[in-house]
């Protein structure tokens, strides 16, 4: 079939696919090392929590496979969830969603003029780029320096100048793909800057609940419920397959939400959503998210123990107190993802080039990679990082 | 929190909880003799095979809670589903959704540029409309008559005038709210329209599977896979809360899909996605489908028997030969809109009115109503025409 036959509106038109999701098929083949992408461990999901979850769902609710209302307990169990994360908030202000990238998804549509300016910081979580894409939204790129942190002199000059953007997206835990968080005083002056400038401000929290120091800080909604909107998963913490997310909101954008993601997929109780209210019920949650704790602290060290052993002079790289990952830099002119190409030919190790982080393929991250951290057992992570320092001292 | 603080795009703002869900509200609450909405039968869910799918897929598959690539074997079990409803196509034409709602969300976005004209029935499925909504689609309404069919005099009139709209969307069969289906000479007549005036069809077979009678025929996708957009869904014939669809496009189109999907709830195979297809491994669909046909189609005659005893004089009825839904016509001037009111509060019984499917709020349908045969069992049925012929007899 000619593409020219196809009936695309123009900017569908111009999709191509893409060239990571070519390099995603390398990456994943059986063999390699990988600490690309940012899956957690399959080992550690639930599985008999969540087999025992669903049996009991079937058993006992006669509306378990139908269309119904939203689930109000769920509702209420992340209410609670929240209060541990340190936010106060209301069932009334939580929607549930078919995972964080649907919430930011329906955020974003609610709050988008197409062609407005949206704010992001330098480094970005590429599914958030994807979001903005078919608005055509100008982007308005904020230093967010993996030793320095956030340009928040930068911001406060670009919104003083007069730029009012349709919200900034950030995350304050577990940076994707920095792997820091914000300090206690970038989030309060964040959120002044969001009430001075009237700025909404989209928090990522995918990443928030896997911290693994004595010392948690309260995400940025906790300090504001009118400006910042929340954006939390079970991804990470549950399962992804299960596809259950939820937003923190305040409560006169529920009813929009709910129209917005009606039209999308039908803003229907689902069959997962049930099952994660039934493990919950069990309360088996806390338990699991210590043990998920424990093994990606031992992870995490062991991946920065590593590095210390294999990494070159000149790199630098951070060290996560939240998520699954570390963002390593190598000397300013290196080509990490040339480096990709070689590492997955000559030693069967793969990383994620920091590239694919860049706002609109700016080349400022191009020494960069972000290394994984969840997704491999600590002897592989170790195997995978001699076999990095390899490629690297091979030389460039 | 005052209103105008919030956040909004323009549309968005306009929002408001809409009059149907207040309406909603009050159709399901307990007691009352529901025909309104369109609602599988919970108690024929297979739910035991479901149960068995899912410890299946739990003990034997690793990866079953994990991100993962496509389905490639749910896909090969739709294309031999496919086949059974007389159309050929092959598995890199499948694509998997979270429904057949996400099914038509995603091809409007890529097929419509924004104000662009779209043409739809003049009685059309509401979810289609709050598709539209966000992209202030101009819609172009098509006369489908609940006797004579579709207008295809009219709509080739209007293609000859020069309207090039971005697609057509339609049902085929099991028309949601009408319950009609197109002949075959409608059909041909249709997709020739398409060809000649390169007009894109979406084609909606929510309901297509659930046929009662000997002759079945095949949708438009059967007679041409260039310009006939396929949206399938397993909701109404396995469960809805499992929110599993499909779409059935040209293999262009496919990686096009994977880039809004991923961007709208990440493109990944689900939980949901494993049990169905574990269910359809097991051999069970096709007596699971006959059973449902067989159930329905007693529901089906349970209606249109009560209508003939219990419907007043001057009103008419369809006879639909699949799906879930019986259209009746009162007299010109009724108003089912208040009738329902009236029918609540004196007998407890329950429609959907015309009005709720015409295009933008238009009032040529007033004097109709929907009737679902598909939720309730065949008693309850009786009892709900008869209460609805006792409102009628009360006078309007």
Not at 37 to 49: C, D, M, N, Q, Y
Not at 67 to 77: D, K, V
Not at 185 to 209: H, Q, S
Request: aromatic share 8%; net charge neutral; glycine share 8%.
């Amino acid at each position: 079939m000619n593409l020219s036959e196809l009936p695309l509106a123009s900017w569908a038109r111009r999709l191509a696919p893409s060239a990571i999701q070519d390099m995603l098929q390398n990456i994943t083949k059986p063999g390699v090392y990988s600490l690309a992408l940012g899956l957690p461990a399959a080992e550690l999901f639930p599985k008999e929590g969540m087999g025992e979850a669903a049996a009991r769902v079937l058993a006992e609710q006669s509306g378990a496979l139908q269309y119904s209302a939203t689930l109000q307990p769920l509702r209420e169990h992340i209410v609670a969830m929240m209060a541990k994360r340190g936010v106060r908030c209301s069932p009334q202000q939580v929607f549930l969603t078919t995972g964080a990238q649907q919430g930011m998804n329906l955020l974003a549509r609610l709050m988008l003029e197409p062609g407005q300016t949206v704010m992001l910081e330098d480094r970005v979580y590429s599914g958030f780029q994807q979001v903005l894409d078919p608005f055509q939204a100008k982007r308005l790129a904020v230093r967010r320096d993996s030793r320095t942190g956030l340009d928040l002199d930068g911001m406060e000059a670009v919104l003083k100048a007069g730029e009012r953007p349709a919200f900034l997206y950030t995350m304050s835990d577990g940076h994707n793909p920095l792997g820091t968080s914000l300090s206690v005083a970038e989030r309060e002056r964040l959120v002044k800057l969001a009430r001075d400038y009237r700025m909404p401000i989209i928090e990522d929290d995918a990443y928030g609940f896997l911290h693994y120091e004595d010392t948690v800080v309260p995400p940025l909604r906790a300090l504001d419920e009118q400006w910042v909107y929340y954006v939390g998963s079970f991804s990470k913490i549950l399962a992804p397959a299960l596809r259950v997310g939820w937003v923190v909101v305040p409560e006169p954008m529920v009813f929009r939400l709910a129209t917005v993601k009606e039209s999308s997929d039908i803003d229907t109780a689902t069959f997962t959503q049930r099952i994660i209210l039934s493990f919950l019920d069990s309360g088996r949650l806390e338990g699991h998210l210590e043990r998920l704790r424990r093994e990606y602290r031992l992870r995490r060290d062991t991946l920065l123990g590593a590095l210390e052993k294999h990494m070159p002079k000149g790199a630098t790289w951070t060290r996560p107190s939240s998520g699954m990952f570390v963002w390593a830099e190598l000397p300013e002119g290196s080509d990490t993802t040339a480096l990709l190409s070689r590492a997955l030919e000559t030693e069967k190790v793969a990383f994620l080039p920091g590239q694919a982080f860049s706002v609109q393929g700016g080349r400022s991250a191009a020494h960069c990679m972000r290394l994984n951290f969840s997704n491999c057992e600590p002897a592989r992570i170790e195997e995978a990082v001699a076999r990095l320092g390899r490629v690297l001292a091979a030389g460039s």
